[in-house]
């Protein structure tokens, strides 16, 4: 791992620089507005008529009739309106959002379940046309990435293994051999998100070619169509005993899956190199969709604390309430500060500068986040658990991201050993 | 609130007192072997069968046929050889378990789910008959003790509201008026496990009967048969989206239900004074359940530390892991002496004058025990959260008794009191 | 308390707000980087000699012979450049450094002890000659704001009780009674910082005029030389056992003093306002200053984790080390954004209505910079707690930071009502 | 390190084990209570005199004339009465007090600062003493046990060096050769307490004698008396600013020190072993003068709590700090119940199979009474770190306890690696 990137002495250091500027552009003001009038107006009523239909639905791994559909004309009245791709800049001028426009945006995005798919800005599909786009060949552009920019297909991203300690990715045992013109893939990988998903059309797939390369330098990343032979879904992984179907986070395993020499991406060994394109944003986005679910937590806990009382005084009253409401408040207003200056750092800096900004971020929310949804549960008793609140789904999401694209503790070496390294 | 009981001196300053002596007696130690036998030899081939029959069976709501045929199976096998109703001392005698031989073997119950039920020492079962048996008439007795120590049919307890803050016993809002020689209940309640078991015959609710007598007076508890008219399951609440159907934790609704006038416990005003006898003992069982898990979630940490590698070394001597484990250690320890010493202070000091220990162990032990779940999850990584390992379970359920039977926040109001008082 | 001052929904929610612009604005960076220059070059070869006098001295309640006669050279030196008074803005044309540039040169200032007197910034004669500045007649500015802005005297400002709980202001029990054309002053003060330099000439206290107005109209501020009679040094309070000699934090008592009608600051019951005036920017300079002391800790224990091995590692890489250094780096940016935050408020929003983000950061920054600190010390062994670190002194002076200009709980409750009453 | 002694599997899963019964034993309990009497009979009031004989002295760095008197004749009262050198068991029947009945003796001695120096029972003579009695040659124990044993000289333990993390002991870099019939050492220690008193006349020293034997075997234990030439005390080392005049933790440097071969303990490389002795009995006394002390603490919040108003309310109700109050009571509890178990542990299962047990409370009674004092600190604001209570020197103490004999991470290294081997 290559972190020795950034000098400690970088941190903050220069008063006026333009890394301390944290204001949002104003050219991408009129697309945030856009975007909030769009998903009030249009993405709100759509989820539900969506969500009423799944509930009617008794085949829980399928979509109902009809869900779809509704979700479809949403998307063509995005498309319509330039709400469309906004999350990937012009392959062409270079031209788009920048890392902080998009932060801004991304918490928008983050408030309503079925914002960002309306405006084809879902994850895991933000980050594999990014891939496509920067590394693809012009043949893997036109088969995958134009159909997933029209939105027309989904995508999974295919990295964790169940069998060994991914956190190290050099970890990776799922085997690419050639053979032939063609790659021949073996292996088992579990919580595949979206895999589940119909329209999911194409994966890439984390593996290791070359073993014998320096660490460095074993794994690569290939395109493998879900239809490929050998390619088995062989259940849904849960979280906290959800399934999340029907698009599910999926087990599956590769049984001698064939696939074309071409659909390796960038080439043999460059798998890590391939890793640094896409982590840096997908992560600010992550955090920022992280930092409103904080926010709702914190108001959750304000209205119960108000509005129920015991002992003579209001919940937020009574004990130590107050000062976690409090406390909550800070975190989130330091939390949302850094993770803007983490997106300005990768716009200033570069992904690759940045890095040790996106682990700091990385590292920081998910944890700080998921004490201030646990203390809004308190406040609300049993209530807090159950289905009546959104609270025991956003605790479970949260602390999975816990681990997902590295566990704390691999954010925290990176920023250790950046502090250590650099003097 | 009365706890101006036991005055901080008396903690631990009487070296040579009974209350520091921990040791299970000599006449439990063939109990609790009898009891472990009989866990591995009958309860636990039992619970395979149990639960395979449960996997195949569609209606959730409903047990499978052949499932209570061979769980009855059992529990008459436990009743033939006396290993039965142990948790409740003789009627006449007095004779039985004390508190703290109790506690040990309530470690042991803990570690299979049915062997509680099988041996019928399971909850609420439990605190129900401990109150009938001892604040029961004759014919309440031989309507609803009798078969409960038959295990014949099963309880519920009715006391949590959805609608106040109930950590407040004063905020019960059901109300019960006596109308002519019956008592009319009207109110709504919630997670009221085991109200979906079709064995469930009873319940004892706790209401307001007296709005106008001092804020200690207004609450009885009262018989209600499942069957009385006016008695409505809404549905099941969850615990971080489970139902754990088919036994439920049920949100209820009470309109004109009406019982005779003797159905009332103890006389009118009086349920807070039952609330005394029932919450004591089943607290420390609670908590010594809550003590194997966190045994078993450190035992599953250390497991996964010294089976996984990543960045070159078992992951258990990676990062701060190895000190996470030495703390788990620690508090386990400190937990279960607090757990002994408090069961010891029930035998030595009575209920209600050791009831600043049972609320220091309330307080202390699921708040502690959820955060190494949540480290033994971390080192996991998503395996932690899936279906693979107990942990998530185990999280959601350690997580949900720090509301059961009163919040943290009570506890330490209940504690910190007795410490400002009596000085 | 009046908090209903800012909607939680302003928090970071105009994302092109200049509120989020946190650059040093460029007319400011000479006068950074003159400072800069000037602390290396004057300030830092000016303590070595101040210190080897005072290190030679017997009495330690007396300045050495020699010891101001250096300091005042520098402070000549200072004024000849122009470096002088930069904390106050131009009284009347209002020119001057804003809060956030303010702040990044508070950093600066807070690395060499003797840095902010030299530069006549030092508090708490700043907040004294702000308040003169502001609320002060022509006769008090001629009397005492002259020579405090010429650093020929200096001040204390005089506030805490030792008998009352004085974080909460409506407490203060000093009397001062009117009595002809005189104020005669009774009562007891603590920690009055700075009381025992010989330099000191007048004070500000804060005192009880108007025991029978509504509670935020009782208090004034009125001014009293040191040498009036009846004003009486009873002794030096210890700071951790340090009595900070010669200047002091000093235990006074007023007996019977009296000073003219005329040196009541502002008017009678305005005591509350003119605090308004002082705590924004002397809490924000505090801070920075301890965000310094956090970073100085950090390099410390980078320092030493490099440069000492056990059990045949790098104590940085031993155990937990680097994820506390990891944790370290987060917390001291997450708070440095928060502090520049908080300056920019009190610019764009002005000191009323950023008292929350004021609140936000004095509850923050010590108590997590004392955890950083702490931990420093840990890494140290038995040096860390030695005079042959800054470490143990750094912690005791950021532990008294948690008291000094409102406790941690009163900064919390402070925002933690303005979340409560603002929705 | 070898800590493959307990299997994690005794911890606590012998219910009816003697290792449960904490009781203070009855034939020890007649001494308690004498202990307790003597304490505020003789020793109190004697503190008195002692102390104020000690403030009106000059010389911080000898004692003032008059103090060692009054403390003799104490000691020879302690003598008379029987209550002496009771910490260790008789040389030849090893009748004497155990490890459980002596901690419950500690927590007495350590409410009174010169308590245990008066009944000859203070650190660091009682471990010198134990060791000499243990491995010395009958000439040692003529030369240097008798005096100990008799009060008329003090002793010191040289271990800690400023150079290297001493925390791994087999750093220790002060070299001892044999020249002729002649150990010469060479070498600087730090943190010497006690080495400051004139009485002070011998050193235990820990050295390295054999830098090519295994790594366990390198290092020896010599007495050096304190006359020897070559002995130096460079300076007072501090805590927190404090030198602890007169007796101090010396700053020392050893320059061809010259003693007899036959000074050296037990024999050449058997330096850990002699460790091994003295650790169990020192840590536990040190924890239960630490519980001690935490008491302490929660009694100064109590009262605090309940004697001064803020906000209308009495301190102990305002905000989190009932919980506080609440969590320092039941950490106490806990606290204590370890450090018992502990000490039975070292009476039913050796020292040696003990350690993890003593581990196991050194690392958790100074890192939570920390916390304990520093909140008893808090609600203090100012005077809890002033001169007005014993909490800021309590706080500095107790800190200290974090590295002395050997600091908290290392003990959890004890801790972990005993619960991965041992599986």
Redesign the interface.
């Known amino acids: 791992m290559n972190i020795n990137v950034q000098s400690?002495t970088s941190?903050?250091l220069n008063?006026?620089?333009?890394l301390?500027?944290?204001?949002?552009?104003?050219s991408a003001?009129p697309l945030?507005d856009h975007v909030r009038k769009f998903i009030t107006e249009t993405v709100e009523p759509m989820q539900v008529e969506y969500y009423k239909l799944a509930a009617g639905h008794r085949d829980r791994w399928t979509f109902a009739p009809g869900q779809l559909e509704v979700l479809e004309v949403a998307k063509n009245k995005a498309k319509a309106e330039g709400l469309w791709n906004f999350f990937l800049p012009d392959a062409e001028t270079g031209d788009g959002l920048n890392n902080l426009d998009y932060a801004?945006i991304a918490a928008e995005l983050g408030k309503a379940p079925l914002a960002s798919e309306t405006m084809n800005c879902s994850a895991p599909d933000t980050g594999n046309m990014e891939v496509l786009e920067r590394v693809g060949t012009p043949e893997q552009k036109e088969k995958w990435l134009k159909p997933l920019l029209n939105g027309e297909i989904r995508s999974a991203y295919v990295m964790?293994e169940?069998g060994?300690?991914?956190?190290?990715a050099k970890?990776v045992a799922t085997r690419a051999e050639l053979v032939g013109d063609e790659w021949v893939i073996n292996g088992e990988k579990?919580?595949i998100s979206g895999a589940g998903d119909p329209r999911c059309k194409i994966m890439i797939v984390m593996v290791k070619t070359s073993p014998d390369a320096p660490a460095s330098k074993q794994q690569s990343q290939i395109l493998v169509p879900m239809d490929t032979p050998g390619v088995e879904i062989l259940g849904p992984?849960?979280?906290?005993?959800?399934d999340h179907a029907p698009r599910g986070h999926m087990h599956m395993k590769f049984t001698n899956v064939r696939v074309p020499k071409e659909n390796i991406l960038l080439g043999e060994g460059r798998g890590f190199e391939i890793s640094q394109v896409r982590l840096g944003p997908g992560r600010i986005h992550h955090c920022m969709r992280t930092i409103g679910k904080a926010e709702r937590a914190?108001?959750l806990m304000?209205?119960r604390?108000?509005s129920?009382?015991?002992?003579g005084r209001k919940?937020?009253h009574?004990?130590?309430n107050?000062?976690h409401?409090?406390?909550a408040?800070?975190e989130?207003?330091?939390?949302?500060?850094?993770v803007?200056?983490a997106a300005k750092a990768m716009d200033v800096l570069g992904n690759r500068e940045a890095r040790v900004w996106v682990s700091?971020v990385k590292?920081?929310v998910p944890e700080k986040t998921c004490k201030i949804i646990d203390q809004a549960?308190?406040i609300h008793?049993?209530?807090?658990?159950?289905?009546?609140t959104p609270l025991?789904?956003m605790?479970?999401d949260v602390?999975?991201l816990?681990?997902?694209d590295g566990?704390?503790?691999v954010?925290?070496?990176?920023?250790?050993?950046n502090?250590?390294n650099n003097?």
């Open positions: 400690s941190f903050g008063p006026g620089d333009e301390n500027d944290l204001r949002m552009s104003d003001r945030l801004y964790t169940p060994v300690a991914s956190s190290d970890n579990y919580y992984m849960h979280v906290f005993g959800h914190l108001d304000v209205e604390g108000m129920r009382e015991a002992f919940l937020a009574l004990g130590g107050l000062e409401i409090s406390r408040r800070i989130i207003e330091a939390m949302r500060l850094m803007l200056k700091m590292a920081m549960i308190q008793g049993a209530t807090g658990i159950s289905q009546w025991a789904e605790y479970t602390r999975h816990r681990f997902a566990p704390d503790e954010h925290h070496m990176v920023v250790g050993r502090e250590v003097r």
